[in-house]
């Protein structure tokens, strides 16, 4: 037996807590790495990162190695925390704020470049939470993990075939999407410099 299923077996029968940080400490790099190409901001990545190992513990005992490797287990609760948390009223209401000052950037192209890019991605965040979680898991596993249209058909048990036109059909949509907001605010831009 493997250290890994050692550990998991400590833990589901009693709360091994030197095999649970054996875990976490595994999963930990990987998991706040995903968490934060979805949030580009670090102490929200922390936060986040924090709470899917909780959930992780807590729900533990449900996890069975013959429906699905760890690895996938985990991966699944982070995907659905993440989507959870862009539902979420405190997402919704706008209360994710980011102070320029606290940026560590060099120079104010940096800056410029990095708000336009959590600018885009806040946006991207925002018409994908419409979709079903499967949906957005699709599209998280590909964009954020960058896992092969194979490794995410298997992580979710699809086709692959189900998983490419998912994942091209809304990301047409998104698109669409994102730029028919660009063109409002352009006309928006332009009503009010005429003024």
């Known amino acids: 037996m493997d250290f890994e299923s050692r550990w998991i077996r400590r833990v589901q029968q009693s709360a091994h ?3 649970a940080n054996l875990l976490v400490k595994k999963y930990y790099k990987e998991i706040f790495s995903f968490v934060y190409k979805q949030v580009l901001d670090e102490q929200l990545a922390l936060d986040l990162t924090q709470e899917i190992f909780i959930r992780m513990l807590q729900a533990i005992t449900n996890f069975n190695k013959k429906k699905a490797a760890f690895r996938t287990w985990l991966y699944r609760i982070a995907s659905n925390h993440c989507i959870d948390y862009f539902r979420s009223k405190s997402y919704q209401a706008g209360q ?7 940026l560590e950037l060099i120079d104010a192209v ?20 419409k979709y079903e979680v499967q949906t957005q898991q699709i599209l998280r596993y590909k964009l954020f993990l960058e896992l092969t249209f194979q490794e995410i058909a298997g992580l979710l048990n699809l ?16 698109r669409e999407e994102m730029e ?16």
Do not use: W
Not at 96 to 102: G, M, R, S
Not at 110 to 126: A, F, T
């Open 180 to 195: 028919a907001n660009l063109n409002g605010k352009q006309k928006m831009g332009n009503s009010v410099s005429n003024r």
């Open 96 to 102: 994710l704020t980011n102070y320029v000052e606290d």
């Open 159 to 174: 086709s692959e075939s189900t998983v490419k036109t998912r994942y091209y059909v809304v990301l047409k949509k998104l």
């Open 110 to 129: 940096d800056i410029v470049n990095y708000l336009i890019k959590k600018e885009d991605l806040e946006e991207v965040n925002l018409l994908l939470y």
């Open 17 to 19: 807590e030197e095999s």
